[in-house]
């Protein structure tokens, strides 16, 4: 999974895109920024709103940054409902 990737796999699961904004900040998203600082460079993910970051992380790796939201993300589909533990059938 990356940047390129996660919108589409976020859809999979009820997610919709305009949530998301990936390479730049936007307001009421959640934000995966890549920081191209020269001495710490990373991937930020955050909430924006009214200008301000909420929840923020830093990873230095693209991969786990992406992983980061898909799971945050996803768990909040599940305390939705919107998707969550298929039914196990029981025996008889």
Do not use: K
Request: with cysteine; charged share 20%; proline share 7%.
């Amino acid at each position: 999974m990356n940047a390129d990737s996660i919108i589409a796999l976020l859809a999979a699961v009820g997610v919709p895109p305009e949530v998301v904004s990936i390479g730049e900040e936007a307001d009421n998203t959640w934000c995966l920024v890549y920081d191209a600082d020269p001495e710490s460079p990373g991937w930020e993910v955050f909430w924006r709103e009214q200008g301000n970051r909420y929840d923020w992380a830093r990873f230095t790796n693209e991969q786990v940054a992406c992983h980061y939201l898909f799971g945050r993300l996803t768990w909040s589909q599940v305390v939705r409902g919107v998707v969550g533990v298929l039914p196990v059938d029981q025996p008889s």
